[in-house]
């Protein structure tokens, strides 16, 4: 993997990028269906449908793509247990409990994703010796919108409804993926 670096973060900067352009396609297409009363089960099922339609030009455009993913999942499988178990939760905690905390949901969306991309870093960069900065990046500028997120929420609390502050925690790991996946299409 080192001797393609270039390659690598350019591929997952454009990821990186392409999953931005769906969140950010699926928060406003998602917007527009809740503004029309439109039922949850079709908001549902357009962010699939977009976010299969963008990875999947994304996948078809970038042949380097599939190739770089999956070296870093074969890389990850040797991790040993303790090291999968910490990358899963770290991913998957903040998700699973968001039935538990719906009010929250928007700080935990931010928080999964901020932790997850900060936990496979250290994991990849310790078991891996591979230095994927642009994941380091996502996961800190999503942990950073968390107080953001909460500021304008209590300093907007009176105007501004629920829906709102998750359709803005959604555009902030937009904006954190976008910035990942620039600084690692750039990166040499």
């Known amino acids: 993997m080192p001797g393609n670096v270039g390659i690598e973060s350019r591929a997952f900067g ?13 928060t406003i297409i998602n917007e527009f269906l809740a503004a029309h009363h439109i039922p949850i089960y079709y908001q549902l099922l357009s962010w699939i449908l977009i976010f299969v339609f963008v990875l999947g030009i994304a996948f078809t455009k970038m042949k380097n793509l599939f190739r770089s993913i999956r070296n870093r999942m ?9 090291a999968k178990i910490i990358n899963g939760l770290s991913w998957a905690a903040p998700f699973l409990v968001i039935p538990i905390f719906h009010p929250i ?3 935990l969306i931010l928080l999964g994703i901020g932790a997850g ?24 500028l999503a942990i950073i919108m968390i107080p953001v997120l909460f500021l304008v929420n209590v300093l907007l609390a009176p105007v501004i409804v629920h829906q709102h502050v998750l359709t803005l925690s ?6 954190s993926y976008g910035i990942g996946g ?6 040499k």
């Open 105 to 107: 949901a928007h700080y």
């Open 117 to 140: 991309n900060i936990s496979t870093y250290f994991l990849i960069k310790h078991y891996s010796n591979y230095n994927n900065k642009e994941q380091f990046i996502v996961g800190i």
């Open 170 to 175: 959604r555009i902030f790991v937009a904006i």
């Open 74 to 82: 074969k890389n990850s499988i040797r991790w040993p247990l303790h």
């Open 182 to 187: 620039i600084y690692a299409s750039n990166e």
């Open 14 to 26: 454009f990821l990186f990028i392409s999953i931005a352009i769906a969140v950010l396609s699926g």
